[in-house]
Structures are given as C-alpha cells and as structure tokens.
Nanobody, 125 residues
Framework: QVQVVESGGGLVQAGGSLRLSCAAS????????MGWFRQAPGKERQFVGA????????YYADSVKGRFTITTDNAKNTVDLQMNSLKPEDTAVYYC??????????????????WGQGTQVTVSS
C-alpha cells in the first residue's frame, strides 16, 4: 500500500504562483509514476502532469505546459507541483496520485491506484 498526502493549496491572484507538495509513504519503493490531477466544480477530473518516480521523465497536459513544473525528491519521498502564471481557469481541487504500474501513457486516471484527499487551489481574477 502507498499513501499520499497533498499540501500547499490556497488562494492566489491571477498571474501569481503556488507550490503544491505531495508526500508519499508506505511501499514507496513500488511507485513507478506520480501524477497530478485536478477537478473543477461540475467537471471531470483531468490530468495535469506526471513524473517518473526516479525523476528522469515528465509529461504535462497542454493546458499547463510551460507554466507548471513537477519535481521529485526521492530522499524525502515528495513530489512538488510548481504552478506559475496562474489563471482563473486553473481553479480546482488538485490531487496527487501514485501508480505502481509501468505505464505506456501517463494521463489515464484509472492507472493510478493511490490518491490523496486533494487540496483546493483558487485563482482570483
């Protein structure tokens, strides 16, 4: 089993920055990919980006590419999501998720078995 807990959400003005962190515990040695997803009110949960647990590879949704950066710290078992140039449409609950499978694609929610409780990010205009 793997447990993940997000932190760092809050309220920020458009154009500002926010950094989310995800702490993993349990059988962290089994993690292959860590993903970030978000869900806005009334919308489906969508992929934001993901990183290999080794930190060697990243993949981002087009909507955040160039603005968001995902990094890992394996010594601390954490994954961070640095969000810059935030827009009101980035407002959502952000979730961290862990996959223990070797994935061909990283943006499928069903491939992530372990999820955090989510953290709210609100971007005001």
């Amino acid at each position: 089993q793997v447990q993940v807990v997000e932190s760092g959400g809050g309220l920020v003005q458009a154009g500002g920055s926010l950094r989310l962190s995800c702490a993993a515990s349990g059988r962290t040695f089994s993690i292959v990919v860590m993903g970030w997803f978000r869900q806005a009110p009334g919308k489906e949960r969508q992929f934001v980006g993901a990183i290999s647990w080794s930190g060697g590879s990243t993949y981002y949704a087009d909507s955040v590419k160039g603005r968001f950066t995902i990094t890992t710290d394996n010594a601390k078992n954490t994954v961070d999501l640095q969000m810059n140039s935030l827009k009101p449409e980035d407002t959502a609950v952000y979730y961290c998720a862990a996959s223990t499978k070797v994935l061909r694609v990283w943006d499928n929610l069903a491939d992530y078995a372990y999820w955090g409780q989510g953290t709210q990010v609100t971007v005001s205009s």
